[in-house]
């Protein structure tokens, strides 16, 4: 085989090439240089801050203002950062063993920018609580190559620096003493920061709180602590007897039929994209074919279901709630000691506390394989897993309880974001093309809006399907259903997408949720309910606060705690219960 030929016209390649790697020597001879632990940190600090602190810097940048003024801003900024993670890291500026610690808060870092940066969102208490309660299945959905390629885009190079240097060996004493005055310097240098910028930043952070969150990794340090800690060190709570004095209504009566009733608690939907609410899509036509209730003003507790689904369920109300210091017993404890049988099943990441005291189950429990095949696809159930096999389920309830009423609570998967797609069979999409992505700002406004609105046109056919069934059980109980939102869903409105946004901050589509109602005939007339009184209120304004008594109202438990005010079919009751008791026989 002839010897390869140097010509002229491949000596510049050669010699390009022999300087890229003369460049990449001398590279990984700096990354080799010894250095102290100290400095170390103080390098790691300087880099997270141009590398991973984008969404602060774009977002002071949008906020307004000539750029001579929000600069002065992004450097106070970043003078504050880098003191900050100086003082974090002062505590682990030790010789051996805190690679991997450093190489962890980078990789915090890449996540967090890039969390925030795809979805808008702020790196709170709240959302680093909900980011923990979140379970596998919906961490698959947030992964994607986008997020390994900028995640790697921040790592790559702090992980070759940190593979390569050299920890000087100090003595401990020593080290812990400049330690010591590494942390002094690093808050007298804040301290003077913010002592000198104060005019500027001052308003800027008052007028724009959720800036602090933004501060990377230092938000996500301090809120992934505070969420890990802070029940740690908590008091123990007691939990708060509510359930003294339930009993069952008049309706009981002997020879009156046992009850079901159906509470679907939906996720991520949004009150203005259900036609029943007006939306100009049809996306509802199975409740609008069955004539349900539908509640238009409706506003939710929490912009996330850790915050909104135990709340809903207290008989406390939101402010009573959020500043409680105990834990109190709610609906489902109420309606078990009146006697009722009570099942929760869960097609979510659990029911936080809500359903610990009464008989629960996964939608996937106790699934045929030829069930378990069809609904539940890698892993995640569609919400249609719930009806499978119901009669069984009811029937395994205590006979004495079951006798006198069931109340089952259906936990939705619902519109659970961000692979919208996902929620919705591929044979029943209406609305196309869609956006299959995680990475929702990159698809253009309406593919987003047609995936929604396709995981919305599900839920309508799982909650026809629960009437449907409901109506099949009939002729042995009397049957209603409430379905109510935990909370709404950003689809990039003010550039925001997903939830969680912390209350006082959230858009109002984070907060106004649909709540319907579908009851029968029989169960009407045994409350003394007219069908048009009840739709002459869908209007009323009303609130997370009043499902925990609508729900008391309408299987006619009787308790301390219920307020007919809070009751949205309250108004419209005949006025005697004999009354209405008669009326069902």
Known sequence: MPAATVTPDTLPDLGMLARARAALRRADAWMA???????VVLRLSLYLVVAANWPLWLQVARIGGAPSLYLRSVAALAVLIVCGMVAILAFTAWTRGMKPVWWLVVLVAGLAQYYMLTYRIAMDPGMAANVLGTDAREVSDLLGPRLVLAVLAVLLLPTWWLL??????????????????MLFVALAVAAATVALTSRDLAPLMRNHPQLRYLMNPLASLYSTTLAVVRPVFARTRVLVPMSQGAALGATYAAGARPLLFVLVVGETARADHFGTNGYARDTTPELARRQVLSWRQVRSCGTSTLASLPCMFSPLGKSAFESRQDDHENLLD???????AVLWLDNQSGCKGVCDRVPHAGAADGLAPEARKRLCDGGECSDEAMLEGLDERLAALPAAQRERGVLLVLH??????????????????????????????DCAHGELVNAYDNSIAATDAFLGRTIDWLQGQSARYDTGMLYLSDHGESLGEYGLFLHGVPYSLAPDVQKHVPMLAWLDNALARR??????????????????????????????????????????????KKSSSKQALALTQ
């Open 334 to 340: 109420v309606a078990q000691a009146a006697g009722l």
């Open 412 to 441: 939705q998967m619902g519109s659970h974001g961000p692979a919208y797609y996902k929620r919705s069979a591929a044979a029943t999409k209406r609305f196309l093309p869609e956006c299959r992505t995680e990475v929702l700002a």
């Open 164 to 181: 390569r240097v050299r920890i000087l060996p100090m003595r401990p004493l020593r080290q812990a003493g400049r330690n010591a005055a």
């Open 527 to 572: 409350q003394g309910l007219p069908v048009e009184c009840l739709r002459a209120g869908a209007d009323t304004p009303l609130t997370h606060d009043n499902m925990y008594h609508t729900v008391l109202g309408a299987l006619d438990v009787r308790s301390p705690t219920y307020q007919p005010a809070l009751d949205a079919f309250a108004s419209c």
């Open 33 to 39: 240089a010894p250095l102290s632990a100290q400095q």
